[in-house]
């Protein structure tokens, strides 16, 4: 009898690699004039960009069940593999452009399942990516004192965050600072704005260790003389294993998109390959 197991392996591997084919050649289509710039002024992820549009935009084939889990584990293997390259990439850069932004967040809303937003209702963070401090735990209402917080090694800051009171407790565990007074917008539309980014579900994202955390925005900060672009609490700063002797690392920080509010705060679990792989 033949070996129908082979030929249905071949028949997969065809059809992938004929997306593959069709997907990099309408990435170029539509996106050749932002590729041709982003190689000129050498930034290392207009490389990875095609790699990475073959995950994104795959479709899996619509064939029997043994095809479709060879196909997902394909797409698992490829998404893996664009994730340890990201992490290379990142190390290497200081900022992101527009193009480089995108493709961060749909690898990272497929690895971690979200819907994860550079921008949401035309507002978004004065930067994606960056250094992440270490902070201090802030107040969560009148009378808090720090023998009611986690980690008490790393204090206390004397005065309360930039909104107040917390709604709970868990906001100020997993709380992160960015920098809203740098807006373009801030000075003129602030009365708006704050309570629009008012505890707003982020996600953070070490590059180095792969790991994510959902946490809130508790505050506004750091100044831009620190050469740092956001502050983590102690919680989030410990999970995302940034608390070596400079207390700060590189991380990126995307809006998520949760209007039902499911999505809860803390360690965020991650799709995972190797389990995809073996299925």
Same mark, same amino acid.
């Given at each position: 009898?033949?070996?129908?197991?082979?030929?249905?392996?071949?028949?997969?591997?065809?059809?992938?690699?004929?997306?593959?084919?069709?997907?990099?050649?309408?990435?170029?289509?539509?996106?050749?004039?932002?590729?041709?710039?982003?190689?000129?002024?050498?930034?290392?992820?207009?490389?990875?960009?095609?790699?990475?549009?073959?995950?994104?935009?795959?479709?899996?084939?619509?064939?029997?069940?043994?095809?479709?889990?060879?196909?997902?584990?394909?797409?698992?293997?490829?998404?893996?593999?664009?994730?340890?390259?990201?992490? *290379? /990439?990142?190390?290497?850069?200081?900022? +992101? &452009?527009?193009?480089?932004?995108?493709?961060? #967040? $749909?690898?990272?809303? %497929?690895?971690?399942?979200?819907?994860? *937003? /550079?921008?949401?209702?035309?507002?978004? +963070? &004065?930067?994606?990516?960056?250094?992440?401090? #270490? $902070?201090?735990?802030? %107040?969560?209402?009148?009378?808090?004192?720090?023998?009611?917080?986690?980690?008490?090694?790393?204090?206390?800051?004397?005065?309360?965050?930039?909104?107040?009171?917390?709604?709970?407790?868990?906001?100020?565990?997993?709380?992160?600072?960015?920098?809203?007074?740098?807006?373009?917008?801030?000075?003129?539309?602030?009365?708006?704005?704050?309570?629009?980014?008012?505890?707003?579900?982020?996600?953070?994202?070490?590059?180095?260790?792969?790991?994510?955390?959902?946490?809130?925005?508790?505050?506004?900060?750091?100044?831009?003389?620190?050469?740092?672009?956001?502050?983590?609490?102690?919680?989030?700063?410990?999970?995302?294993?940034?608390?070596?002797?400079?207390?700060?690392?590189?991380?990126?920080?995307?809006?998520?998109?949760?209007?039902?509010?499911?999505?809860?705060?803390?360690?965020?679990?991650?799709?995972?390959?190797?389990?995809?792989?073996?299925?």
């Amino acid at each position: 009898m033949p070996d129908n197991s082979q030929t249905n392996f071949h028949k997969l591997r065809h059809k992938l690699e004929t997306h593959h084919k069709k997907v990099v050649e309408e990435f170029h289509r539509k996106h050749h004039t932002t590729i041709k710039k982003a190689k000129k002024h050498g930034l290392a992820l207009a490389s990875t960009a095609i790699l990475a549009s073959s995950i994104l935009t795959a479709t899996p084939p619509d064939l029997h069940s043994q095809k479709f889990s060879s196909a997902k584990s394909q797409e698992m293997a490829r998404l893996n593999e664009f994730m340890l390259q990201l992490g *290379k /990439i990142l190390n290497q850069k200081d900022k +992101l &452009n527009p193009a480089e932004e995108q493709v961060v #967040a $749909e690898a990272l809303s %497929k690895k971690f399942d979200m819907n994860l *937003k /550079i921008s949401i209702a035309g507002n978004r +963070l &004065n930067d994606v990516f960056g250094y992440i401090g #270490a $902070e201090q735990h802030l %107040k969560r209402w009148n009378g808090d004192t720090l023998t009611n917080h986690d980690i008490q090694k790393a204090g206390m800051a004397p005065l309360q965050g930039s909104f107040k009171d917390f709604d709970n407790a868990e906001q100020e565990k997993y709380y992160v600072a960015v920098q809203l007074h740098e807006l373009p917008e801030w000075n003129e539309k602030w009365a708006e704005l704050k309570p629009w980014y008012r505890y707003r579900k982020v996600f953070i994202y070490n590059p180095d260790n792969q790991k994510g955390i959902v946490a809130v925005i508790g505050d506004s900060g750091p100044a831009m003389w620190t050469g740092k672009i956001f502050g983590g609490s102690p919680e989030v700063m410990d999970y995302l294993d940034r608390v070596d002797g400079a207390q700060k690392g590189k991380v990126v920080i995307l809006l998520i998109d949760d209007p039902e509010n499911k999505i809860a705060l803390g360690p965020a679990n991650a799709i995972d390959t190797n389990l995809a792989l073996k299925n």
